[in-house]
């Protein structure tokens, strides 16, 4: 059965202090992984597409990397506005999309 | 450009009480998707559509019925609302070719 897994549920920073976010998966043929995020009461926001083991992807302090089992979201010297929800989804070879539960990271001044 | 919208913002059910949801795009996008998002629960695809006049289950299809007329618009309908049906429910689009999904702003509906 195809899932994803991510952890932590919720993540306190401090700003400027880096971390990471795991988004651990099983799916029978990737077709993509999908980082998402999400502010309270918005839909979701893409923010990178990752397709085979050994690819990253960045965007301002965010990096996205990616394993045959999971992918690492990495955000450094994180700013308040990178308070969020992230989420991670995979899209399997029948066209299906499975998304984790999300990471609530806060990042405080 | 107003991307994805989602028509209504909010609704209220009674259970067994029947509604449609509306999700328009004006990207000119092939495929569409309808999710719920529970908490807990993450969003899981209920139904979804590779291009006008087709429609495919998703993870969580029972309860709901779909369908794609028009190229720009995704409606989902709900038959016989139940309590548990009780959730936010979002749109998205993507361009074929293309990954990224572009999501709408969300319905909450409530069955009581």
């Known amino acids: 059965e195809d899932q994803v897994t991510q952890s932590p549920e919720a993540l306190r920073l401090q700003e400027g202090e880096s971390s990471s976010l795991n988004c651990s998966y099983t799916v029978s043929g990737l077709r993509g992984l999908f980082w998402y995020r999400q502010d309270p009461g918005k839909g979701p926001e893409f923010l990178f597409t990752l397709y085979s083991a050994g690819e990253e992807k960045e965007k301002e302090r965010l990096k996205a990397t990616l394993t045959k089992k999971e992918s690492f979201l990495h955000i450094t010297a994180p700013k308040p506005e990178d308070s969020a929800t992230y989420l991670c989804a995979v899209e399997n070879t029948g066209n299906q999309f499975y998304f984790g539960t999300g990471t609530s990271l806060t990042v405080i001044p | 450009n107003a991307g994805v919208t989602q028509t209504p913002k909010f609704r209220v059910l009674k259970t067994g009480q029947s509604m449609t949801l509306l999700c328009a795009q004006d990207m000119n996008h092939e495929y569409m998707y309808w999710y719920r998002q529970d908490p807990g629960m993450g969003l899981r695809l209920i139904h979804y559509s590779v291009g006008e006049g087709t429609t495919a289950k998703g993870e969580v299809p029972d309860g709901y019925n779909v369908s794609r007329l028009k190229k720009q618009n995704f409606l989902l309908g709900l038959e016989s609302a139940a309590p548990s049906q009780t959730s936010v429910y979002f749109c998205?689009?993507?361009?074929?070719?293309?990954?990224?999904?572009?999501f709408g702003p969300g319905t909450r509906l409530t069955v009581l």
């Open positions: 998205a689009s993507r361009r074929q070719g293309y990954n990224e999904q572009f």
